[in-house]
């Protein structure tokens, strides 16, 4: 058992060191233009969305839920308060990695004071949205866009928090009914071609110092898998 235990227990350690570590999300982009009613760039024009209202709790975050309507357009949004109840948050699902380019719809509202809500992805930095109205916006459909990253396939979480700034009086939160995102391939890298050719027998060999790592550290397991062995047959001989 003691032997099955160690050699167990150096399998993993070595698995943990040769392994890459992977960050979940990949920010390309963390700023964020917007437009009004109809003026949404074409690129959205078949964006997957994902609304908002559905995923709401009642008392189980920050978030309160409200409808309207106005203008010949409806809403049923979220908005964050400081409720002690933590981030709002949402679970999506993307089918393969891809560089994926995300938009916020909101209502609009009339002049009353600056609205912003902070947005991110997984554990990603916060992209802040923001926005002053005046009284012509009310009821307007308002989108942000242009937010991007890099996203592996499976699932992910949009995350809407409060800004540094938030105090419910002077700046308060954004009416955000979905998100939405498009996505394209990831760009190949591809190797420029050397110019200037050496003679091959003066060229040193060439090594990849990720690969020497990666040798070292099976060698480095190899040897504490041997270690850890022997010293549980040491321990066997001397009972």
């Given at each position: 058992m003691k032997k099955l235990i160690a050699t167990a227990l150096v399998l993993l350690l070595a698995l943990t060191l040769v392994l890459p570590v992977f960050a979940e999300v990949e920010m390309i982009t963390d700023t964020v233009e917007n437009a009004f009613d109809d003026k949404l760039p074409a690129t959205y024009k078949d964006a997957k969305k994902v609304a908002l209202g559905p995923a709401w709790s009642d008392g189980a975050t920050n978030a309160r839920h409200g409808n309207a309507s106005g203008n010949g357009n409806s809403f049923d949004y979220?908005?964050?308060k400081n409720d002690g109840k933590g981030n709002f948050v949402v679970t999506f699902k993307v089918d393969e990695e891809a560089i994926y380019d995300?938009?916020?719809?909101?209502?609009?509202?009339?002049?009353?004071?600056?609205?912003?809500?902070?947005?991110?992805?997984?554990d990603g930095p916060a992209v802040r949205l923001a926005y002053d109205y005046v009284d012509e916006d009310?009821?307007?459909?308002?989108?942000f866009y242009g937010m991007q990253a890099i996203l592996s396939a499976g699932e992910h979480k949009m995350v809407f928090s409060l800004t540094d700034d938030f105090d419910d009086t002077n700046v308060k939160t954004l009416y955000l009914t979905d998100f939405f995102y498009v996505s394209e391939?990831?760009?190949?890298?591809?190797?420029?071609?050397?110019?200037t050719a050496a003679p091959a027998a003066a060229e040193a060999p060439k090594t990849t110092p990720t690969a020497a790592k990666t040798a070292d550290v099976f060698v480095i397991a190899i040897a504490a898998l041997a270690a850890s062995t022997a010293g549980v047959v040491v321990s066997k001989k001397r009972k």
């Open positions: 979220i908005y964050l995300f938009g916020f719809s909101a209502m609009a509202w009339k002049k009353s004071v600056l609205r912003t809500t902070n947005v991110s992805i997984d009310q009821y307007k459909n308002h989108y391939p990831i760009p190949e890298v591809v190797e420029e071609e050397e110019t």
